[in-house]
Each structure stands twice: as structure tokens, then as C-alpha cells.
T-cell receptor, first 111, second 114 residues
Framework: QKEVEQDPGPLSVPEGAIVSLNCTYSNSAFQYFMWYRQYSRKGPELLMYTYSSGNKEDGRFTAQVDKSSKYISLFIRDSQPSDSATYLC???????????FGKGTSLLVTP | GAVVSQHPSRVICKSGTSVKIECRSLDFQATTMFWYRQFPKQSLMLMATSNEGSKATYEQGVEKDKFLINHASLTLSTLTVTSAHPEDSSFYICSGGWGNTEAFFGQGTRLTVV
């Protein structure tokens, strides 16, 4: 079993929809959780960074962490075609900062 | 967020030649940089961890003699693919950070070996 599981999709939604992206993990040592957006043939871009259970909001994006269930989510409100990309969850423990990535979920927002 | 600049963005080389990829942290000092490889529709695979002033630590299955990593300063790490072959064609990405701060990624380098 991989330490980080993420459904690769693809996920297709109409413009304006609320998107929910999720990852589960098995290593309870993970303390820091990130969501990255990656456009085709580009490096990942950091969207959200959290380290505690609960919600963190930034504009149209909300990151949610449930450490007791080992489950994290990223919600995108009022989705736009420009949100079409691959979304990667990543997480790490306290020692060092090598990231453990999910496979990434491919999202397509149609006009 | 912090900026990591990676060059070149694309390179095509002949089989048997070597290619150098540079990764620079522009506005912070990266004591550690990471090098990843990504195949189409796959996630990032960590190749090696590069520590300034010391030898890189390679992940299992990554040939250290083929993928030479140098981290001579706090702002520059390089990855050299030696004697490249078509199977080395991939998307290579570096990242840098400090302490427990989130990792910032370069733009990636698409290597094609013909």
C-alpha cells in the first residue's frame, strides 16, 4: 500500500461547480500537508499549506485536514476553465522535508 | 512564495551525450534541494536529495554515476545526466526549501534523448 493514495481521475465538472479533491494517507507521522497545482509540462505550484486539523481558506480554495481519519481534501469553489490542471497532494513529517506525493488528480473544468 | 529557477526548460540531445540541468533558488538559501523525475500522467518520483557542500543521497534504484548531482552553493544545484539514452527522456523537476517550510518547485526540464 502506498503511503499516500489519490484518485487519478480524470474529473470533469462544468464551470461554476464546486470541486472536491481528496487524499488518504497511512503514515501517522505526516504533519504537514500541501496541495499543488501542475499545468501540463510545468513544475508544481504550491496552492495550500497546512499543518493542523481543520480548514484553511484562501480565496476560492479551502484545504481540509482530518488527522484522525488520515484524510485531506481540497475544495475549489466557483471553478473556472483555468483551474483545469493536475492537482497533487503532498505531505511530510517533522524530520527533513522530503515530500510524499499522491499520484495527482486530473481536473477538467468545461465552459 | 519563494522562487526556484530551473534551466533549461527543454533540451534535446543525442544518445551518448551528457546534459546539465541547473536549479537556482533566487530569493532564499536552499540548504537542501530535491530532484524529481516525472513520467507522463505519473506523479513525481524522488531521485535524490542534494545537500550543500556534501554528497547527494540517492533513492533506491537511481544510478548515482549516471545522474550526477552537485550542490556547490546555497543557491545552486545541478543535475547532469551522463551518457544519456532514450529511456532517460523524461520531465525532471527540482525543488528547494528550508527547515519545515514547504518546498518550492522549479519550472521543470523536458529532456528528450534521440
Amino acid at each position: 500500500q502506498k503511503e499516500v493514495e489519490q484518485d487519478p481521475g480524470p474529473l470533469s465538472v462544468p464551470e461554476g461547480a464546486i470541486v472536491s479533491l481528496n487524499c488518504t494517507y497511512s503514515n501517522s507521522a505526516f504533519q504537514y500537508f500541501m496541495w499543488y497545482r501542475q499545468y501540463s509540462r510545468k513544475g508544481p505550484e504550491l496552492l495550500m499549506y497546512t499543518y493542523s486539523s481543520g480548514n484553511k481558506e484562501d480565496g476560492r480554495f479551502t484545504a481540509q485536514v482530518d488527522k484522525s481519519s488520515k484524510y485531506i481534501s481540497l475544495f475549489i469553489r466557483d471553478s473556472q476553465p483555468s483551474d483545469s490542471a493536475t492537482y497533487l497532494c503532498a505531505m511530510k513529517g517533522n524530520s527533513g522535508y522530503a515530500l510524499n506525493f499522491g499520484k495527482g488528480t486530473s481536473l477538467l473544468v468545461t465552459p | 512564495g519563494a522562487v526556484v529557477s530551473q534551466h533549461p526548460s527543454r533540451v534535446i540531445c543525442k544518445s551518448g551525450t551528457s546534459v546539465k540541468i541547473e536549479c537556482r533558488s533566487l530569493d532564499f538559501q536552499a540548504t537542501t534541494m530535491f530532484w524529481y523525475r516525472q513520467f507522463p500522467k505519473q506523479s513525481l518520483m524522488l531521485m535524490a536529495t542534494s545537500n550543500e557542500g556534501s554528497k547527494a543521497t540517492y533513492e533506491q534504484g537511481v544510478e548515482k554515476d549516471k545522474f550526477l548531482i552537485n550542490h556547490a552553493s546555497l543557491t545552486l544545484s545541478t543535475l547532469t545526466v551522463t551518457s544519456a539514452h532514450p529511456e532517460d527522456s523524461s520531465f525532471y523537476i527540482c525543488s528547494g526549501g528550508w527547515g519545515n517550510t514547504e518546498a518550492f518547485f522549479g519550472q521543470g526540464t523536458r529532456l528528450t534523448v534521440v
